[in-house]
């Protein structure tokens, strides 16, 4: 009864930090499991789809732009995480998190740096929490599809920052992180609701 957690999201301009965390079923092992960022699209979707069906419990959870902005970025993945392993249907005896740090939890915790290439039920909590979000960033993308996101899932690329500065931030930027207060503070002179 040992659960993995990780998350997905901390480096993004934009969006919520999403961690997930995973019960594996010792008598039902999921081939391929192994850091989601080593895995493509469809081998993401594809082993979601087998954890949601296959693990004893899982959960998923979230801090919102508004926790990160107020709290940090790791304040807000620590409550997420928190949440991810309040939200298991299960108790587990033991928490297994991907870093250097653990949230405060009722159960005894153990950081593991690179664990989502170590334990595979870390593994797949980095996968549930990877197309987690990415779903989420696809469902921006149809409401606000001059900023990218489906293809940058919220990462400081070129095109997002170039669409930053030509359309100004969203509810759902980061304003704690600095390319886009850099933005507020200082604006380009774009009209402020011609793409909202």
Same mark, same amino acid.
């Given at each position: 009864?040992?659960?993995?957690?990780?998350?997905?999201?901390?480096?993004?301009?934009?969006?919520?930090?999403?961690?997930?965390?995973?019960?594996?079923?010792?008598?039902?092992?999921?081939? %391929?499991?192994?850091?989601?960022?080593?895995?493509?699209? =469809?081998?993401? @979707?594809?082993?979601?789809?087998?954890? =949601?069906?296959?693990? !004893?419990?899982?959960?998923?959870?979230?801090?919102?732009?508004?926790?990160?902005? =107020?709290?940090?970025?790791?304040?807000?993945?620590? !409550?997420?995480?928190?949440?991810?392993?309040?939200?298991?249907?299960?108790?587990?005896?033991?928490?297994?998190? #991907? %870093?250097? =740090?653990?949230?405060?939890?009722?159960?005894?915790?153990?950081?593991?740096?690179?664990? #989502?290439? *170590?334990?595979?039920?870390?593994?797949?909590?980095?996968? !549930?929490?990877?197309?987690?979000?990415? @779903?989420?960033?696809?469902?921006?993308?149809?409401?606000?599809?001059?900023? %990218?996101?489906?293809?940058?899932?919220?990462?400081?690329?070129?095109?997002? *920052?170039?669409?930053?500065?030509?359309?100004?931030?969203?509810?759902?930027?980061?304003?704690?992180?600095?390319?886009?207060?850099?933005?507020?503070?200082?604006?380009? !002179?774009?009209?402020?609701?011609?793409?909202?």
């Amino acid at each position: 009864m040992i659960c993995g957690v990780d998350e997905a999201g901390r480096g993004p301009l934009c969006g919520s930090v999403v961690a997930a965390a995973v019960i594996l079923d010792p008598g039902r092992p999921i081939a %391929g499991l192994a850091d989601s960022k080593k895995l493509s699209e =469809r081998q993401r @979707e594809r082993l979601a789809a087998l954890i =949601r069906s296959q693990a !004893l419990a899982w959960s998923v959870a979230e801090a919102c732009v508004e926790e990160i902005d =107020r709290l940090n970025i790791l304040h807000a993945t620590m !409550l997420a995480m928190k949440r991810a392993v309040e939200g298991l249907a299960i108790t587990p005896l033991e928490a297994l998190v #991907d %870093g250097n =740090r653990c949230p405060a939890l009722s159960i005894p915790a153990r950081a593991i740096v690179k664990g #989502d290439a *170590l334990e595979p039920a870390i593994s797949a909590a980095s996968i !549930l929490a990877k197309t987690t979000r990415d @779903e989420q960033m696809r469902s921006l993308d149809l409401r606000y599809p001059q900023y %990218g996101f489906a293809a940058h899932k919220g990462y400081p690329t070129a095109a997002h *920052l170039a669409a930053l500065k030509r359309f100004g931030p969203l509810p759902v930027h980061r304003r704690s992180f600095a390319p886009v207060r850099d933005i507020v503070a200082c604006p380009p !002179l774009w009209a402020e609701d011609e793409f909202r």
